[in-house]
């Protein structure tokens, strides 16, 4: 099994920046890709970044310009940089994994999932 642990979540303004931070433990040879979603209050679950074992990236294009996503493969962490941040990004944000080289931006293709960590925005 694999466990992912998200921290760095809180209340900013708008515009401004945070950084989360994901470790992963346990089995962590299984895994090749992570991203982040999101889920705002009321709404479904969403893609935000993903960052495959060879550094394959995609964004969510509401996100592009404004976070980078990043891993630390040595360290196990998986970390996303956030700026110019709106009050739109507010959401709880998770950390996923998955054993699989292609970084998916569909949630039911990671098999390992963080606890999520609230992040708020405010205007």
């Known amino acids: 099994q694999v466990q992912l642990v998200e921290s760095g979540g809180g209340l900013v303004q708008a515009g401004g920046s945070l950084r989360l931070s994901c470790a992963a433990s346990g089995r962590t040879l299984n895994i090749y890709t992570m991203a982040w979603f999101r889920q705002a209050p009321g709404q479904e679950r969403e893609f935000v970044a993903a960052?495959?074992?060879?550094?394959?990236?995609r964004y969510a294009d509401s996100v592009k310009g404004r976070f980078t996503i990043s891993r630390d493969n040595a360290k196990n962490t998986l970390y996303l940089q956030m700026s110019s941040l709106k009050p739109e990004d507010t959401a709880v944000y998770y950390c996923?994994?998955?054993?699989?080289?292609?970084?998916?931006?569909?949630?039911?293709?990671?098999?390992?999932w963080g606890q999520g960590t609230q992040v708020t925005v405010s205007s």
């Open positions: 960052i495959s074992w060879s550094t394959s990236i």
């Open positions: 996923a994994a998955r054993g699989d080289i292609r970084a998916s931006t569909t949630d039911s293709d990671y098999n390992y």
